[in-house]
């Protein structure tokens, strides 16, 4: 294996590398020391520094009095539900409009694409409107059935990417031997859609998790609030211990990176497989 030289333009474009990845994980370290600080150090005498006493109470305490492992919960089974109903309901519906043969199916696919087109938060009034006659307000479906709508088109867009490359000879085999359409969609199409549901479960997750303006409105009821709300309401009219805020953010956001640790490389796969096949 043959050793890089150092020369001086590989030493600076390492050096350059340094302090890019540097920059990228600064905000991170900041915002763990930031969660382990008292209001003093954070806004005095140590804004960027190791804590000098670390303070692990701020977590107790906005675990246990700040509800956060409340709004947890809400937030992990909303979005897991979410993710869950796009997904089958995206792997399905690509099914039938790139497998089988009806009248119309180009039209219904372009009608699912212009939800590309439209903002999710365009859509507050209406869906308001539709969810209190439905008295479905201050419910996890509140949450669940909006996100999983707004989802559906980009999930079915990266759904027929993947799905067109699949040889139709499969499926031939398949029914030959006596399989249905149920047996062929469960056990031929699923299988190598994997990659694809890897990539719709962080784009869903990323959309329903962040999400804050349909759990303000929808949700007043603090039994159902999500993280993302209930982060906001940490933040007192006076006076604000922000150490435990810290800890909220933390626990928000360390969840998005360890998922997505573990499944970048679907997610790669599903668009170089889209790319070359699509």
């Not at 903002?119 to 409107?129: D, N, S, V, Y």
């Not at 008295?135 to 559906?152: D, E, H, R, W």
């Not at 056990?187 to 869903?204: C, E, G, V, Y």
Request: proline content about 4%; charged content about 10%; some cysteine.
């Amino acid at each position: 294996m043959k050793k890089m030289k150092k020369s001086p333009v590989n030493i600076l474009l390492y050096a350059f590398l340094g302090l890019w990845t540097a920059i990228q994980l600064f905000p991170l370290y900041w915002m763990l020391t930031f969660s382990l600080k008292d209001n003093n150090e954070i806004f005095g005498a140590n804004v960027i520094g190791i804590p000098h006493v670390w303070r692990w109470e701020n977590y107790t305490s906005v675990l246990t009095r700040g509800k956060v492992g409340t709004y947890f919960l809400n937030s992990v089974l909303v979005t897991g539900a979410t993710i869950v109903l796009t997904s089958i309901v995206a792997l399905m519906a690509t099914y039938a409009m790139t497998r089988m043969i009806w009248k119309g199916r180009r039209l219904a696919n372009n009608i699912v694409m212009l939800g590309l087109t439209v903002p999710i938060h365009t859509a507050i009034l209406p869906i308001f409107i539709i969810l209190r006659s439905l008295k479905m307000t201050n419910s996890y479906q509140a949450l669940i059935v909006p996100y999983s709508a707004f989802a559906l088109a980009m999930a079915i867009m990266i759904c027929s990417s993947l799905m067109e490359g699949i040889p139709r000879e499969l499926e031939e085999a398949a029914f030959i031997d006596g399989c249905s359409i149920y047996g062929i969609f469960w056990r031929i199409i699923l299988p190598l859609m994997r990659p694809a549901i890897a990539t719709i479960s962080i784009f869903t997750y990323l959309q329903s998790w962040n999400e804050l303006m349909f759990a303000t409105i929808f949700i007043s009821d603090s039994n159902y609030r999500t993280l993302t709300v209930g982060i906001q309401t940490l933040s007192g009219s006076y006076t604000t211990d922000w150490g435990p805020i810290g800890a909220a953010l933390v626990v928000a956001t360390f969840p998005t990176l360890i998922i997505y640790a573990f499944m970048s490389n679907k997610i790669q796969e599903s668009l170089v497989i889209g790319a070359v096949k699509g």
